[in-house]
C-alpha cells in the first residue's frame, strides 16, 4: 500500500474556496481505480492549514491518480489560493497490526 | 517507521473539550523519544471528527509510548468525551520517494 500525506495553507481570504476545492478532489479522487481512502482535515494548531490523508494500492495507482487531469487542475487551483508551497510525503506501508494486542487503543 | 492514523469522534457539547484534550497529548507526545511527529486535525466532512497522525521511529517507541501513563489518561479522557469507539491503524512504512520524480507536487 502506498501512503500520502501532504498539506497546504491557505489564507483567511481564501480558506473557504481551498476545503471546497480540496474536498471536491477528495470526493473525485475516491471514485479512482486503486484508491483505498482519500481525506482532508484542518490542523487543529492552523486552521489554515489542510491536510491529506491518502492510502492507495499501489505506485502504479498512485501514478494515475497524478495523471488525472483533474488532480493537476485541483493543484493549479490549490497554489492560486496558497502563499507557501505544498508538502507531500509518500510511504511505501504494510499494516502492523501486531503491535496493536494489549495496546491502548489510540494515542 | 511507524505511522499511525487513529480517530476521535467527539459531540458538540464536548467537540471543544475533546480537541483541547487531543492537543494536550499531541504536544506532549512529540517530546517523547522516536517520536518524528504528531498532529490532530478535524475532518472537513465532519468537523466533530478528529484525526491524529503520527510518525514514530520505531515498534519500541510506539510501545513506549502507549506505556506512558498520560497516554492511557487522554485514552480514558477521550472516551467520555465521545459516543463511539476511536479508530485506529498502524503501519511500518518507508519512503517512497522515488514515486514523486516527475509527478505533481501534491494529489
Redesign the interface.
Known amino acids: ?3 500520502i ?2 498539506s ?1 495553507t491557505g489564507r483567511p481570504d481564501t480558506i473557504s474556496e481551498l ?1 471546497a476545492a ?2 471536491e ?2 470526493l473525485r ?1 475516491r471514485s479512482e481505480p486503486g484508491c483505498i481512502s482519500h ?7 492552523n ?1 489554515l492549514r ?4 491518502e492510502q492507495w494500492e499501489s ?1 502504479a495507482a ?2 494515475a ?2 495523471a488525472v487531469p483533474a ?2 487542475e ?2 493549479r487551483a ?1 497554489a492560486a489560493l496558497s502563499d507557501s ?13 501486531e ?2 494486542a494489549g ?5
Open positions: 500500500m502506498i501512503i500525506t501532504g497546504i476545503m480540496s474536498l478532489h477528495v479522487s481525506s482532508v482535515h484542518r490542523d487543529v494548531e486552521p489542510l491536510v491529506f490523508i505506485p498512485v501514478r491518480h497524478f488532480s493537476a485541483f493543484v490549490a508551497p505544498p508538502s507531500l510525503e509518500m510511504f511505501t506501508a504494510m499494516p502492523a497490526g503491535l496493536a495496546d491502548i487503543p489510540a494515542g
